[in-house]
């Protein structure tokens, strides 16, 4: 049964962590709607491209200009069957919006599924719902899962959790298992 999915995107957001999911979501049958505080359906976010090279963390380069196809100003959660928060450089500043923050709980708070990958986290730990919760996510923000009164779990890189409504994953090195146990949790 086709669900009615919202994601939640912002400059340099992961490229692949947005473009695979939005159009994998979409070939399973799904309504996927993107969209950015302070952005129209037609507008775009430019993405980046996180690579592992053999240095101590992710390298980034310029990606892609991914359009939006909703707008974020006449959005309303309840109208949504379930949320993905693709990860990137997006979540650092998207976590400061009190709407975006609004958003997730009421994903959270009605338990609805909930797909967050990589730096997605940033913005289930600033939104207050990972207190209890069994969360993966890059390495680099298990400090913001665990002051937030969530488990971080170490996954290799191709792994992902689920933890009741929520689908976690590192990177989009995790697609295939972390898409696979989403469609799960979406039923």
């Known amino acids: 049964m ?9 400059d340099f957001v992961e490229d692949y962590e947005v473009m695979v999911p939005f159009q994998a979501l979409q070939i ?3 309504q996927v709607d993107a969209i950015c505080p302070d952005k129209k359906a037609g507008q775009t976010v430019r993405t980046a491209i ?7 963390t992710y390298t980034e380069k310029r990606g892609h200009n991914f359009t939006l196809n909703a707008t974020f100003a006449d959005v309303r959660a309840e109208d949504y069957d379930a949320l993905v928060i693709p990860g990137g450089r997006a979540p650092e500043y998207l976590r400061l919006h009190a709407s975006v923050l609004e958003i997730v709980r009421h994903f959270a708070d009605t338990k609805k599924p909930i797909a967050s990958i990589c730096h997605g986290a940033q913005i289930l730990a600033a939104a207050g719902v990972v207190r209890n919760r069994k969360v993966n996510a890059y390495p680099a923000c298990a400090p913001e899962v665990t002051a937030g009164g ?3 779990v170490s996954l290799p890189f191709e792994g992902a959790i689920t933890d009741g409504n929520l689908v976690t994953g590192p990177a989009w090195t995790a697609h295939v298992e972390w898409l696979k146990q989403f469609l799960v949790v979406l039923g």
């Open 150 to 152: 969530g488990e971080y």
């Open 50 to 56: 996180h690579d592992f090279e053999g240095d101590q």
């Open 2 to 10: 086709s669900k009615k999915i919202l994601m939640l995107v912002g």
């Open 28 to 30: 399973a049958g799904h």
